[in-house]
């Protein structure tokens, strides 16, 4: 059974820091890209990070610069330090397996995702 597990959400107050992790089973980890998104009340899921199986990363405008993906092959596990956090970077995060990856949009085909973390940036 393919489990993504996500932890290390919370409440933080704008222009402070988080990480999330989202530790990985049920599947062969380095077979897989890695990425992040989130969902905002009222709008759509958008990828907002990803890391291929080889390390390459890709990050969309909105938090490059301030957010930095990572992956650990021997614990299977894939973070993502979240620095200089805005009020706008409120959203329910979600971890995800991908098949494929590209340098423009990141990971696509989505295999599995976790069940999803709240972060929740105050001003």
């Known amino acids: 059974q393919v489990q993504l597990v996500e932890s290390g959400g919370g409440s933080v107050q704008s222009g402070g820091s988080l990480r999330l992790s989202c530790t990985v089973s049920?599947?062969?980890?380095?077979?897989?890209?890695m990425g992040w998104f989130r969902q905002a009340p009222g709008k759509e899921r958008e990828g907002i990070s990803c890391?291929?199986?080889?390390?390459?990363?890709y990050y969309t405008d909105v938090v490059k610069g301030r957010f930095t993906i990572s992956r650990n092959s021997a614990e299977s596990s894939v973070s993502l330090q979240m620095d200089s956090l805005k009020p706008e970077d409120t959203a329910m995060y979600y971890c995800?397996?991908?098949?494929?990856?590209?340098?423009?949009?990141?990971?696509?085909?989505?295999?599995?995702w976790g069940r999803g973390i709240q972060v929740t940036v105050s001003s």
């Open positions: 995800a397996a991908a098949l494929s990856f590209n340098t423009r949009n990141g990971c696509g085909q989505i295999k599995s």
């Open positions: 049920g599947l062969r980890f380095d077979g897989y890209q």
């Open positions: 890391i291929s199986a080889s390390g390459i990363t």
